[in-house]
């Protein structure tokens, strides 16, 4: 059994992790939760725009009421959508509803599952917002589980990207992306960045025979001296339907003067993650 959490807001984003789901729950036994999560802070914070402090105490704690009862209300009509959703197509799942910062609830359930799949943009202001929020960018730092992040609109994954250094978290993203493969004939890339070209070839063969025993995929190895964020940038952006990738590398300076490679892709939004940290 594989247990999948998606913490829910009412975007498109949303909608698309439900159709990933249930690419995953073509090949693989599930049990999903699904946690609509009203981020409360955020609700404060919509209020400083009708309402700036120190002015109308108590107007403003009537509209704080106001825009977290028409959260829960819009909370509930997406769980019961979910809800919909697993019942059509024989989900085991259950539900809940939150209010809190949605960073720490979902780190917290996170401890319990095997994979958290939600949107690269967040909105669990519940529309009391505009402006989305990139919880994404938190939870691949803190989360216990791998993280499949989508962005708004769905496609089907033929071409995959794995980002591969042979550290504790890309292991385990890899990992992950075998045991939920629904196509076991993916055209996979893996990408070695590494400064000694012997030791990038030895981690392109352990990872090729990895995946060797869990898939049937055309495998292609590249290795490459360069950065892993201008390796991708340069060749492969835009040419794959998934990048697979650890949270942190294993090459210290490239962290503190290149940047993540997970957060630059999902500031960039345009292709599916799955990171693990």
């Known amino acids: 059994m594989h247990n999948i959490l998606i913490p829910i807001d009412p975007s498109d984003y949303t909608k698309t992790a439900y159709k990933y789901l249930l690419k995953i729950a073509t090949h693989n036994k599930v049990a999903v939760e699904g946690i609509a999560i009203i981020d409360n802070l955020n609700l404060a914070e ?155 070839d030895e981690l392109l063969q352990i990872l090729e025979n990895y995946l060797n025993e869990h898939t049937n995929a055309r495998i292609e190895k590249h290795y490459t001296n360069q950065n892993i964020i201008s390796a991708y940038d340069e060749k492969y952006a835009g040419k794959v339907d998934l990048v697979v990738c650890g949270m942190h590398s294993q090459n210290i300076l490239q962290r503190l003067f290149v940047g993540s490679f997970p957060e630059h892709l999902i500031n960039a939004n345009n292709v599916p993650v799955l990171v693990a940290q």
């Open 46 to 200: 919509a209020v400083s725009t009708y309402l700036p402090l120190p002015l109308g105490y108590e107007e403003r704690l009537q509209k704080e009421e106001e825009l977290l009862k028409d959260a829960k209300k819009k909370a509930r009509e997406e769980l019961k959508e979910f809800k919909k959703l697993c019942e059509e197509n024989n989900l085991k799942c259950k539900s809940k509803k939150i209010v809190g910062r949605p960073d720490f609830v979902i780190e917290e359930a996170s401890k319990y599952t095997d994979l958290v799949i939600m949107g690269m943009r967040n909105f669990f202001h519940f529309e009391t917002s505009d402006t989305p929020e990139k919880t994404a960018s938190k939870i691949i730092h803190y989360s216990q589980a791998p993280a499949l992040l989508v962005t708004k609109e769905f496609k089907p994954i033929n071409k995959v990207l794995i980002a591969f250094d042979g550290s504790n978290p890309a292991v385990k993203a890899a990992r992950e992306f075998a045991k939920i493969a629904w196509n076991k004939e993916y055209e996979i890339t893996i990408v070695v960045s590494h400064s000694s070209r012997s030791k990038g």
